[in-house]
Structures are given as structure tokens and as C-alpha cells.
């Protein structure tokens, strides 16, 4: 009998294992596909490498820095094929690492018998303890089924061979936004339908404005308020009326859990339907092999293009008169100038001297909200930050900027 089995080889099955074999557990980790999961092999990594060829070309389409390209055009098979080859890259090496750490990989559809036994094709197997880390699958909503043609996932708009003329995207999540950002940077006609008062709900108000702002500008069209209410012969209509025709549409509502029905005593990753983002399954897993827990109300969201988009902790629209609050343009920042981007900000929230919450909207944003999610996990105070010397020119010394402004 091994110590550990674990079925699904995403962020959360794959640390986990490593976590435990390091331990000196013995563990086997069954995965029917590919090792990686959504975000390896359908979400973070294809998605940011059709992100860096759609934002290379337009940024060399506007000719703002003085270069041009004569011919300039867009071979969207070399740009897809760039992108499986990055997931490939990054998925031997981690294959590579899996082995090395020593579990067993199982590359079949698995199944839990019992508490400690495992089916996988025709062989069984027995564990002390059995995990489920097996992910989470594309939403589907009624009407719109997924028909890998008109009506797609985000797993089929990867495996696009042709760029549509438009596309039409329902919902305004990460993947949405990302996909809006794609299909627009290489010049489609694209639209958003969200039912929510604003794009990306689940962001600060003021973030979700300044992307609505952006958004006209660049011509990507919105409806806020309102969902599909038919579609027939390949026209939309919305339920205010509207009628839309797009070449494609892009379903982006979220991801459902995929959990087997059957008895098992921990589920991690997407499929534990928490927050559905590689690093916290990761941190699950970690909190799952060491014992040591993590603040769940502390993992950042970032949403990917120019400019990017980073919170974490409080909104503006959850707070009361005990908080303050600073917004520093990115106008203020000469590095923005300097690198031609400087639409956006970096808003702090505070309360009794520390930081409460930060909402970033811009180049660089991915990685500035991890200086201020470290200064809040270990209680830092303003004034402790202010402190430090932040270099120039920097994207990162418009928080020491935003600081002074408290």
C-alpha cells in the first residue's frame, strides 16, 4: 500500500506530490490528460503567450517609439503554434521535475473505489489517504451549449486556426477581459455582454471604470445590464434589443468544479470550488503537505494585457468612513512616460495606519502588488514602508509615491 494517492495533475495535484515525496511519502499521481492542468495546458500560459504576440504587434502598429514594419501582418497559425510550443517547453520540464521528485506518474482516467482504493483502467490501487485535485471544466449556460464552431469555451478559442473578423464575448472575468484585449490588439471587432453594472464585477469600482474607459477608446464595445435572450441562425439578440451578428462567440462565465461522486476525504485546486487560481491551489497544497495554513483574504487576482490589472484585499465599495484611501495617477511616474504607458494608477487603501487593500491598473502591475500583499501579511505599516528607498525610474516608486500622498 502507498502513502498518498492523488488524482489530477494540475498546480494543485503536482506540488502537492512533490510537497509529500519530498517528505519521504510515497505517492502516485494520476492525471488522464496532460501534467499542468487548466492553467498549464488551456489557461495562464496559452493565454499570456497569444497576450505577448497580439500586444507586440499592436504596439508596433501604432509607431508610437518611431519603429515600423513594412507588411506588417498577423500570421495567426505561427502565432498559435508559438503558443504550443511554449505549454510544450514548460510542461517537459515539469514532467521532468515530477520524476526527479520521485512519484509515480499515471497517465489514465482514474476513478476512487473506496476510502483507500483507486481505479485506473483496469488496475487497482491501494493508499492510506486519497486527494482529489481534478479541476474545473468551462461553464456552459443554457442556449449557448459549446459547439466548438459558433459557440466557444476557452478551451476551443485556443485551437482557433484563423482569426475571426469579430467575436462576441459573454462575461467580463479574467478570461473575457484577456480575450477582449487578444482578438482587439490584432485588429477583430470585438464585444462584451455583461450582466453586471459594471466589467470585471469582482474588481474596485474605480478599476472596473478605468477599464470601461479604456476599453472605448480602443473601440471594444460593451452592454452592462444585460445577458442573450436568443440566438438564431447565428444572430444575437440581446435582451435590451440589441442584435448583434458575430463570426464567434466566446463563452467566458467562469469554470465549474469537476468532483467525481464518490467518497474521499480531501479535494484541493479548482475543484474544491473556492478561489479557482493556480497559486492558491498551490498554497493549498502547500497548507495540505507542511500543515501550515495561509490567509485566503490575501491572494492577489491579476488580469493580463496592457495595462494589467492587480488587487488585492478590500475594495473601495466595501469600506467605510474608518478607512482612507490615495489614488496616484501613473501619469505621475516617468518610467510610464518613458515606456509610452500611462493610462491607469495604483490606489491604496488603508486603515489605522496599514494597508488594507491595493488596486493597480498598470504596466507592471503583476508584480508591484506583490511588494504591498507582503507588506500587509506581516503587518507593516505605512510609515515602516516609506522608509524604504525605492529606485527611479521605477513603475514600483508610485507606491512609495502613493504612500507620501496618504
Partial sequence: MEDYGIIGGGPAGYTLGMMLASKGKSVVLFEKDKLGGTCLNKGCIPTKSFLHSSDLYAEIKTNSCGISADGLNVDFSKVREKKTQTVEKIRKSLELAVKNSGVKTVYAEACVKDKNTIVAGEDEYK?????????????????????????????????????????????????????????????????????????????????????????????????????????????VTLKSGVILNPEKILVAVGRVPVCPDCECERVLGDACGEIQLAHYAIHQAKAEALGIPFDKALVPSVIYGEPEIAWVGIREQDTDESYKKVTLPITALGKAWCDDATDGFIKLITKDNKIKGAHIVSKEASSLIHTVLIAMQNEITTEQLEVSCFAHPTYSEGLFEALLRL
Fill in 127 to 235: 493508499f492510506d489517504k486519497i486527494i482529489l485535485a481534478t479541476g474545473a471544466k468551462p461553464r456552459e449556460i443554457k442556449g449557448l451549449e459549446f459547439d466548438g464552431d459558433f459557440i466557444l469555451s476557452s478551451d476551443d478559442i485556443l485551437e482557433l486556426n484563423t482569426l475571426p473578423k469579430s467575436l462576441l464575448i459573454i462575461g467580463s472575468g479574467a478570461i473575457g477581459i484577456e480575450w477582449a484585449r487578444i482578438m482587439s490588439n490584432f485588429d477583430a471587432e470585438v464585444t462584451i455582454v455583461e450582466m453586471a453594472e459594471h466589467l470585471i464585477p469582482a474588481a474596485d469600482i474605480e478599476v472596473s471604470k478605468r477599464i470601461e474607459r479604456i476599453f472605448k477608446q480602443k473601440k471594444i464595445k460593451y452592454y452592462l445590464n444585460d445577458c442573450i435572450e436568443k440566438v438564431e441562425n447565428r444572430q
